[in-house]
Every structure is written in structure tokens, then in C-alpha cells.
């Protein structure tokens, strides 16, 4: 990259985070925003007291709007789901710099814009002072393969001008630090549920339909089958359950006079009422017991046909996602039913932000193949 194309891309970057418009910013400087456009098309370079005043109004140096990399300098990570999104940055060593946390960039979850306005205020916060034009990004979303999503999440990562990017459902997270460059399962069981089959570097989904058509085993489901044996039981159309209790208890009120907040609420606060029926569970209640089992046998039927997907005799399965803090009471019915089929399932120790880092050295790779 040349001189002049480096400070187009860093300049109109830095521009975007501070939040001028070129016409905003052409005037702070006295010039045209026809000169600004000039800029930031790689025509040409303003001069350097045009450069000074540039570097204090957008609070980076001068080297910075100068900058030229051939590879980046920094790789920033992002985990997305319908909980958090957590947000990782490392220099071209691995040597963590930063990383912070903030909410849902499922757009299931908090819709679209949401989504983007999450991503946006963390990446400029734990990329702040660094330019954008030497880092390498991947993020793994939840929710970013449905519909055409991944399509809006990679015309918006386009406009931070990183050195590459890429963009993918969490799943791909979860495969690149769980399972590496090796066959098996990844499996995601967490407010929504998904699997891949991966064999020889081809992925296959299983599942991951989203919350109206995944049958179980994701928080969504257990929490949905929680509140209508909850109803039921209120309303005496169904069997008595500690739920009642439980379910009463986190809503403040009975289900049915809380289904108005539930409904408005949404698939959190659905998937929120799944710790309860594990609650039930270690009270003895019989409800909430054949919830689990339902919700299992769904959960070991997207493992077994994900297995056989990739047809090896021993398959390793990971799983990850907030339903493995149950992992104790779930996996146990889940290998009961998988017995002697070669499967081995273990939970993933690593965080998921990680495999996204090492997602984005991949796209550095893939860009300079394209």
C-alpha cells in the first residue's frame, strides 16, 4: 500500500471515530470538503501544518494518519451472542491489550441497529488510539448467518477501513479454538442452539433455525417448556409443579399475569426462566425432570446427526454456551443415549473470544490469497 492510499484509509477512519463529516471537518481546518474528499479518494496528501492540525482535532499523531502496513499490527477478537458481546485485542505477538464486555449483538435478540451500535461503541473503545487501518478482525455472532444478516454485518464492518476482516455465526469461534484444523463437532447450546460437522475443513450446520423453529435443548426451549408447564399448572390443564413456584418467584407475579412482560420481554427473558426448571429438577420435581429429558433427546439427536455427517467411528464433540453450567445434570442423559457410537463430548475450557483472534490471523492469510 502506498503512501497516499494508507492516509486515505487512516484518515477517513479516524474521521468516522471521531464523529466529523468531511464537510465538519473541512471546516474546523478552513478548507474545502472538496479537499477532504480529495484526501481520503488517495489523491494526493495535505500539507503538513493541514497534517498537524488533522492529527490534534482527530487526537492521533501524525505517524498514525501516516501509517503504511503491509500486515497488521494488531488482531482484535469479538464473541457475539444474545447475552454479551466481548470484544479482545492483541498486538501481532499476542500480547492482550485490552478487552471489554458489552451487551447483546444477537439481532434476534436486540435487533439489527442495536446490534450495530453495540459492535460500533466496542470497537472504538478497545481500539481506541490504535488505527483501525493496521488491525485484523473476525467476529463470531450469534444470529449472523439467519436471514441475510451476515450480508448487513460485513457491508458495516466495511466502513471501519480495517486491514481485514470477517464476520461469521459464534459457532466458527468455537470451531476454530475447540476443534482447530482437527474432524469433529461443535456445538453451541446457549440462548439458541447450532451445530456444525466439520470434516476436512468442511462445515455442515445442523439446527439453527432460531427460537420459532429449534424443537430443544437451547435455554430458549427449556425456559419456553418451564412457562407453559408453569400455565398449565396454574390454571389445573396440567400436572402440579414446583415451577409455579419458581417461575412466580423470578417474575414477581404468577405466569399468567406476567405474560404480558414475557411476551415483551422476548427470548431473554424466556431463556432466563431455563435455570428454574434445573431448580425443579433438584427439588425432585417430576415436570421439570421430563422437560430436561425431552430438551436432551433433542440435544443428542443434532449430536448424532452431525456425527454421522462426518461418518468417522470416533467423533469428538465440543459443546459450549451458558446451558453447559449444567453440563452435570445434561451430558449424562446425553452420552446415555449416544452410548457405543464412538462419541465423546467434553465442554470447551477455552473462551470462545479466543478462537475469534484466531479467526482473524486466518482472514490475513485468506486476504492476501484474494
Do not use: H
Not at 471521531?18 to 496528501?45: H, M, P, R
Not at 444477537?106 to 466496542?122: D, Q, T
Amino acid at each position: 500500500m502506498n503512501l497516499q492510499k494508507a492516509f486515505a484509509e487512516n484518515l477517513k477512519n479516524y474521521r468516522k471515530r471521531s464523529g466529523f463529516t468531511q464537510k465538519a471537518l473541512a471546516s474546523k481546518l478552513n478548507y474545502s470538503d472538496k479537499a477532504v474528499g480529495k484526501w481520503e479518494s488517495g489523491k494526493c496528501i495535505p500539507p503538513a501544518e493541514a497534517l498537524v492540525k488533522i492529527s490534534k482535532l482527530l487526537s492521533v499523531s501524525v505517524d498514525d494518519l501516516l501509517s503504511v502496513s503491509s500486515e497488521p499490527e494488531y488482531y482484535l477478537g469479538i464473541n457475539g451472542s444474545a447475552l454479551k458481546t466481548e470484544f479482545m485485542l492483541t498486538d501481532k505477538s499476542g500480547r492482550l491489550l485490552l478487552e471489554i464486555a458489552k451487551g447483546p449483538s444477537n439481532p434476534s435478540a436486540c435487533g439489527i441497529n442495536e446490534a450495530k451500535r453495540i459492535l460500533k461503541e466496542g470497537i472504538n473503545e478497545v481500539c481506541s488510539g490504535v488505527p483501525l487501518s493496521g488491525v485484523a478482525m473476525f467476529a463470531g455472532l450469534s444470529g449472523c448467518t439467519t436471514s441475510d444478516n451476515q450480508a448487513v454485518f460485513n457491508s458495516f464492518f466495511n466502513t471501519f477501513s480495517f486491514a481485514s476482516y470477517g464476520c461469521g455465526g459464534d459457532v466458527e469461534n468455537i470451531i476454530a479454538i475447540g476443534l482447530g484444523k482437527n474432524d469433529g463437532v461443535a456445538l453451541i447450546i446457549g440462548t439458541g442452539i447450532i451445530a456444525y460437522a466439520v470434516k476436512d475443513g468442511v462445515k455442515k450446520g445442523i439446527a439453527g433455525w432460531g427460537y420459532l423453529f429449534d424443537m430443544g435443548g437451547s435455554a430458549y426451549s427449556f425456559g419456553r417448556d418451564a412457562i407453559y408447564a408453569a400455565l398449565c399448572s396454574e390454571d389445573g390443564t396440567g400436572k402440579q409443579t414446583k415451577l409455579l413456584s419458581e417461575l412466580t418467584e423470578l417474575f414477581g407475579k404468577k405466569p399468567s399475569e406476567a405474560l404480558s412482560d414475557i411476551y415483551a420481554g422476548g427470548m431473554n427473558k424466556i431463556a432466563a426462566a431455563a435455570d428454574a426448571v434445573f431448580r425443579a429438577y433438584e427439588g425432585g420435581d417430576s415436570v421439570a425432570a421430563e422437560i430436561i429429558y425431552k430438551n436432551c433427546q433433542e440435544i443428542s439427536r443434532i449430536i448424532e446427526t452431525s456425527c454421522k455427517t462426518i461418518g468417522n467411528r470416533k467423533t469428538e464433540v465440543v459443546i459450549a454456551g451458558s446451558m453447559t453450567k449444567y453440563g452435570n445434570i445434561i451430558f449424562p442423559l446425553i452420552e446415555k443415549d449416544l452410548q457405543g457410537q464412538g462419541i465423546t463430548i467434553r465442554t470447551l475450557s477455552e473462551r470462545p473470544v479466543l478462537g475469534a483472534l484466531l479467526r482473524a490471523r486466518e482472514e490475513v492469510k485468506n486476504s492476501a490469497k484474494r
